[in-house]
Structure formats: structure tokens, C-alpha cells
């Protein structure tokens, strides 16, 4: 059974500092490994989509990593903003329909 | 294109009631997903469906069901409501099942309080 853990579970920063946030994943067979943001008592937003074939993807200041052989991914924020406080989830892609096994979250806030 | 829509918004039923919520996905996206959200146990998969068939269940009850009619919206029913049932119910449509190279895409949620 797949098993997604992140952390921190929170993290403050200020304005304008690098970031890592962490995800780790028990079942190494996964054929994607998902990034979303969450904002509070919305829906969530796909950030980014590494495919198991690769190594890293990157949509402007966000860089995520993928390492099958040891279970993790990283999502690096650069330059973090007030507004990308929120909760990100990572979330494993096994197989068998859509079904997601999404991690713990880590809530982000970037103060002034 | 129009997002994801679901209703209602919000919710409040008393214990065992039951409780019907509707979601619309993005034209031409063919399945639907749902999933429970609770602070205690997170973001937990509860079914999919895709092309009107039910392609995978999570690990619910039998209290929870769904189907999806011919134009792609589908509808949860949770039936004998309980206090633990209390969440935000999200769905999340697709244009493939099961497609690597494909997100899924997240409707607002539906907050259900359960008293």
C-alpha cells in the first residue's frame, strides 16, 4: 500500500527566501508523482506533473525533483511571495484509474 | 473552458440523514474522481468513475455510492449520516483514466458539517 508523508507540516519564511518543501513515498512503482497548491477551503491546483521517466520539471519559480530509487521528491520555491502561502500537497500516481494517494500536506506562509 | 463545478458549496444534515452532491467536469472530460477531505485523515480517494462505469473505489463504507450519467456529471450519495462524515468532498476530472502524462483537475469542493 502506497504511503506519502511531507515535511515539514508547516514552515513560515520571509518574503523573498529559497525553499524546499519535502515528499516521500514508500512504493517506488509509481508512474507519476503530482505537485498541488491548496488555498484555504478551496479546491486544489495542479502545479506541476513529473512523469516517472523523468528527472525534474519546472514552471517559473517552481522547480520539482524526482527520485524513484529513494522515494522522494522536492519542490523548490524561489523567491517566495505572500502569495504563495497555502498548503501543497504532493500526491503519488500508481496505476489503476485516477486514484491519487496524496501526502500530508505542508502549509507555507511567506511573510512580509 | 469552464472549470470544474460541484454543488452545493456547503452542506449541514443532521445524523442520519442522507446527502446527494453533484459534480460537473470540464467539457469533453469523460472521468470524475472524488475524494474525502478531513484535518484528522487528509485527502483520502473514494471512487472514480469513467464513462459511466465505476473504474476504482477507495477504502469507504458502503454508505458511500456514486454513478455518473451519460454527459459525464456524476453525483456522491453518503447515506446514515455519521459525525465523522463531516469534510470537504472534492472532485477532479480528466479526459483519460488512468493517463501518466495527465493531472487531474479540482472542483472547489463541497463542505458538508454533519450535526
Known amino acids: 500500500k502506497q504511503e506519502v508523508t511531507q515535511i515539514p507540516a508547516a514552515l513560515s519564511v520571509p518574503e523573498g527566501e529559497n525553499l524546499v518543501l519535502n515528499c516521500s513515498f514508500t512504493d517506488s512503482a509509481i508512474y507519476n508523482l503530482q505537485w498541488f497548491r491548496q488555498d484555504p477551503g478551496k479546491g486544489l491546483t495542479s502545479l506541476l506533473l513529473?512523469?516517472?521517466?523523468?528527472r525534474e520539471q519546472t514552471s517559473g519559480r517552481l522547480n520539482a525533483s524526482l527520485d524513484k530509487s529513494s522515494g522522494r521528491s522536492t519542490l523548490y520555491i524561489a523567491a517566495s511571495q505572500p502569495g504563495d502561502s497555502a498548503t501543497y500537497l504532493c500526491?503519488?500516481?500508481?496505476?489503476?484509474?485516477?486514484?491519487?494517494?496524496f501526502g500530508t500536506g505542508t502549509q507555507l506562509k511567506v511573510e512580509l | 473552458k469552464a472549470g470544474v463545478t460541484q454543488t452545493p458549496r456547503y452542506l449541514i444534515k443532521t445524523r442520519g440523514q442522507q446527502v446527494t452532491l453533484s459534480c460537473s467536469p470540464i467539457s469533453g472530460h469523460r472521468s470524475v474522481s472524488w475524494y474525502q477531505q478531513t484535518p484528522g485523515q487528509g485527502l483520502q480517494f473514494l471512487f472514480e468513475?469513467?464513462?459511466?462505469?465505476?473504474?476504482n473505489k477507495g477504502n469507504f463504507p458502503g454508505r458511500f455510492s456514486g454513478r455518473q450519467f451519460s454527459n459525464s456529471r456524476s453525483e456522491m450519495n453518503v447515506s446514515t449520516l455519521e459525525l465523522g462524515d463531516s469534510a470537504l468532498y472534492l472532485c477532479?476530472?480528466?479526459?483519460?483514466?488512468?493517463?501518466?502524462?495527465?493531472?487531474?483537475?479540482f472542483g472547489p469542493g463541497t463542505r458538508l458539517l454533519v450535526l
Open positions: 513529473i512523469q516517472s521517466s523523468q
Open positions: 468513475y469513467f464513462s459511466e462505469t465505476q473504474r
Open positions: 500526491a503519488a500516481y500508481t496505476g489503476g484509474g485516477n486514484k491519487l494517494t
Open positions: 477532479a476530472s480528466s479526459s483519460t483514466s488512468g493517463g501518466v502524462k495527465e493531472t487531474q483537475y
